[in-house]
Structure formats: C-alpha cells, structure tokens
C-alpha cells in the first residue's frame, strides 16, 4: 500500500460530510473538498500534531472551460505516450482527478508539506463560475497572503476574509482576470502614465 494511502483515508474517515473525493497515485495525495469545509479541513491539518501541516507550499488556480472541448485539451483521446516503456499511464478515471462538470469551472488547489513528518498533501476545491469564493486562509499560513491575492488577480476567485485583497501583479485599473480562458488576447487596457 502506498505511504500516503492512510493519510487520504484518514482525511476521508475525518471529514466525510466535506471531502468529495480522494486519490493517491506515485507519491501524491489528494483530497477534494467542497467549500464550506475548506478553513475547517485545514485547521485540523495544520493543528493535529499527528499531521502538522505547518507549511502551505502554493495555491493555484485552475480554469478548465475548455477542458475537454480540444484537441489539446481531450484527456481520453489516444495520443502516443510520452512516458518511457517502464512507466504505464495513469487508469484515466484517476488520471484527472477532478469533478466533471461545466458547473465546476473553477478549481482552488492548495499544497501542503509538513516540516515536521516530511509528507504532503494536495487539497482541490471546485468552484462555480457564478460564485467563485473560498474562505481565506491567511490566518492559518501567512504565506497565502500573497497566493490568495495572486488568484485573485489572475483568475478572479474572491477570498472571503483575506486582510488586503487587492491587485498584486496587473496595475489597479487592469480590467479582467488574464489567466481565464475566456479572456479576450487582444484585449486593450487602459493607459496609465506616469504619477506627478
């Protein structure tokens, strides 16, 4: 059994009413969580001293609106392999773990690591186009603070209770989130000049 199969069951076992999904393949555990139990779930992580995840690696975004609509992007059509001979492909039920869906456009991805007992863990949360927001979570990793407002920028998922969530890469009148797939390539901006 993989090392990380007990710490996926036991998230799962932990927290039933929240996590949707999990998986563990070569190494890496995840764990798909609706929501609202996001800021509960990581608690626990951080706090449990049998876990301890005292180290928020990154947090991402992901748009999949186009996700399976092309070429690139069809996750089951049969493409030769880039892998070498001695490695076999991920089953493609596992392969993406991720809800399929246009209602889940959005995907929150956190990594966590413990210092501490050396394992990671990867966390998603699906989000809808409509109401893309989660609540923060720079009260348990400061280190979110600039992740948080970096998928803000790029993707425009809100973080409920983040103490400054502003733009951290456009400048302030940037219109639009630039990381989403729809956002227009020859979108123009407005000018800003310099201050006097």
Same mark, same amino acid.
Request: contains cysteine; aromatic residues 12%; proline residues 10%.
């Given at each position: 059994?993989? *090392?990380?199969?007990?710490?996926?069951?036991?998230?799962? /076992?932990?927290?039933?009413?929240?996590?949707?999904?999990?998986?563990? %393949?070569?190494?890496?555990?995840?764990?798909?969580?609706?929501?609202?139990?996001?800021?509960?779930?990581?608690?626990?992580?951080?706090?449990?001293?049998?876990?301890?995840?005292?180290? !928020?690696?990154?947090?991402?975004?992901?748009?999949?609106?186009?996700?399976? &609509?092309? !070429?690139?992007?069809?996750?089951?059509?049969?493409?030769? /392999?880039? !892998?070498?001979?001695?490695?076999?492909?991920?089953? /493609?039920?596992?392969?993406? @773990?991720?809800?399929?869906?246009?209602?889940?456009?959005?995907?929150?991805? %956190? &990594?966590?690591? /413990?210092?501490? &007992?050396? *394992?990671?863990?990867?966390?998603?949360?699906?989000?809808?186009?409509?109401?893309?927001?989660?609540?923060?979570?720079? @009260?348990?990793?400061?280190?979110?603070?600039?992740?948080?407002?970096?998928?803000?920028? !790029?993707?425009?998922?809100?973080?409920?209770?983040?103490?400054?969530?502003?733009?951290?890469?456009?400048?302030?009148?940037?219109?639009? &989130?630039?990381?989403?797939?729809?956002?227009?390539?020859?979108?123009?901006?407005?000018?800003?000049?310099?201050?006097?």
């Amino acid at each position: 059994m993989d *090392h990380q199969q007990p710490l996926t069951e036991m998230i799962r /076992s932990r927290f039933p009413q929240w996590v949707i999904a999990s998986h563990h %393949y070569r190494g890496d555990a995840t764990v798909i969580l609706r929501r609202d139990g996001l800021r509960a779930v990581c608690t626990v992580l951080r706090d449990d001293p049998a876990l301890a995840f005292n180290f !928020l690696l990154d947090l991402t975004c992901v748009d999949y609106l186009t996700f399976g &609509h092309s !070429l690139q992007s069809a996750p089951t059509m049969a493409t030769p /392999s880039p !892998l070498p001979y001695f490695m076999t492909p991920k089953p /493609s039920s596992e392969r993406w @773990g991720r809800l399929v869906g246009p209602e889940f456009r959005f995907e929150v991805v %956190y &990594h966590l690591y /413990s210092t501490l &007992h050396n *394992h990671r863990v990867r966390l998603k949360v699906p989000l809808t186009p409509e109401d893309p927001t989660l609540d923060s979570v720079t @009260g348990l990793w400061q280190s979110a603070n600039w992740f948080e407002r970096e998928a803000w920028d !790029l993707f425009g998922v809100r973080f409920a209770g983040h103490p400054n969530l502003r733009l951290i890469l456009m400048f302030e009148p940037f219109e639009g &989130h630039p990381l989403r797939k729809d956002y227009p390539v020859n979108k123009r901006q407005p000018l800003i000049g310099p201050v006097n």
